[in-house]
Structures are given as C-alpha cells and as structure tokens.
Antibody, heavy 128, light 110 residues
Framework: QVQLQESGPGLVKPSQTLSLTCTVSGGSISSGGYYWSWIRQHPGKGLEWIGYIYYSGSTYYNPSLKSRVTISVDTSKNQFSLKLSSVTAADTAVYYC????????????????????WGQGTLVTVSS | QSALTQPASVSGSPGQSITISCTGTSSDVGGYNYVSWYQQHPGKAPKLMIYDVSNRPSGVSNRFSGSKSGNTASLTISGLQAEDEADYYCSSYTSSSTSVFGGGTKLTVL
C-alpha cells in the first residue's frame, strides 16, 4: 500500500526557509487522481492545512500562508516538497505529508478534501 | 478561511454512543459532500475514519458513522470502547478548492 515519509532539517533559524520532502512509496505520484498534501500541527494544537499539489503541478495553498509557501513535485523521484519562507517561532510544528483525494469534475481532477494515508510527521523547530 | 467549529471535548461511557459536531458555512461544509473525519491518538499521525460525509474506508469499524445537515456535519461513534479515546478532527473542502480543518474534539471514555 502507499506509504509516505517526511524528511528534512529538524531545526531552522528564524527568517530562513523551511524545506521538507515527502517520499512516496508503494504507488506513483504520476498515476493521477490524488492531491499530494502538507498539513501541520502546532504543539498541543489542532491540524492546519498548508496546501496540496497535483502531479501536473497545479497547486492550492492556505490563504493565510500563501505568500510564504511553495509546494513542488518531482515525479522522477516520486517526491513532493514544501518550502516555507521567512519562518518564525510560530512555524514550529509537526509537519505531515499526506495523500489527498481527488475527484473528476468538468474533465479536470480537482481536490476532494480527504487525506489518507499520512506520513508519520516530522517536528520542525524554529529557533536561533 | 476560518476553522470549522467543533466542541472542545465530549465524553461517554463504554457501550454508549456519542456524537461530535462540525459546523462550517455554505462555502465549505454546507456546499459540498466532501467532509472527512480523522482520529488521532497521542503522538501518532491522524487516521482517516470517514470521507465524503458518510463513507468508511476499508478497515474502519462500522461503529463509526458520519452525516450532514445544512452547514453542520456529525460523527457518531456507537458502542464506545476505551480504544476510541482520542482527538477527532473534521475537515471540509471549500469553494476555493482549499481545505479547512476543525479545531478538534477530545473524546474521553469514562
């Protein structure tokens, strides 16, 4: 079955860019029908959707983070990535990658809002 | 986009049924049948329990069910068991093709 694994630095300095990669195994990102997603969880808090990407490169971002977020996909490596710029302590969180559902509407694959499976999550701390 | 509204906590005794609500707007919960629910145990990644309002993924107990009325979705857990004690989150697709989560509900099995 499909499995996802996050990787990247666990410590990032304030004002720098947080970079994480999610490696997908057991299935191909290029097969289509899914939106590959990033979600985070601040310590002791709830889930926050960051954004998702289709294998073709179509992206959707959380409006509150849009100015700082870039999600990209590398189908040759079966990976997708997250970059979050100008980080502060408020960006300290567990970051999850997940496969998001897609639905064919008007001859186009659009997100359908469910997430399964999830990676195990990786804690990223923003501190000098 | 604003987070969906969930009660902070609910509780029930073993064998009982509980319901967790998730309230949004006509731009998310009320506008689409794309509400999902997640169970999260401490230190673990969330697990999909319900998708598209009322569908259960393979392997999820039929004690879990979902429904929607207007701008409010609900998750019902029947025959409560100790292992159901966890945090539960709802999520909805929105009119902007984005997603939004609820604030989460802590379920305590008494």
């Amino acid at each position: 079955q499909v499995q996802l694994q996050e990787s990247g630095p666990g410590l990032v300095k304030p004002s720098q860019t947080l970079s994480l990669t999610c490696t997908v195994s057991g299935g191909s990102i290029s097969s289509g029908g899914y939106y590959w997603s990033w979600i985070r969880q601040h310590p002791g808090k709830g889930l926050e959707w960051i954004g998702y990407i289709y294998y073709s490169g179509s992206t959707y971002y959380n409006p509150s983070l849009k100015s700082r977020v870039t999600i990209s996909v590398d189908t040759s490596k079966n990976q997708f990535s997250l970059k979050l710029s100008s980080v502060t302590a408020a960006d300290t969180a567990v970051y999850y990658c997940a496969r998001g559902g897609g639905v064919l509407r008007f001859l186009e694959w659009l997100p359908s809002g469910w997430f399964d499976p999830w990676g195990q999550g990786t804690l990223v701390t923003v501190s000098s | 986009q604003s987070a969906l509204t969930q009660p902070a906590s609910v509780s029930g005794s073993p064998g009982q049924s509980i319901t967790i609500s998730c309230t949004g707007t006509s731009s998310d919960v009320g506008g689409y049948n794309y509400v999902s629910w997640y169970q999260q145990h401490p230190g673990k990644a969330p697990k999909l329990m319900i998708y598209d309002v009322s569908n259960r993924p393979s392997g999820v107990s039929n004690r879990f069910s979902g429904s929607k009325s207007g701008n409010t979705a609900s998750l019902t857990i029947s025959g409560l068991q100790a292992e159901d004690e966890a945090d539960y989150y709802c999520s909805s697709y929105t009119s902007s093709s984005t997603s939004v989560f609820g604030g989460g509900t802590k379920l305590t099995v008494l």
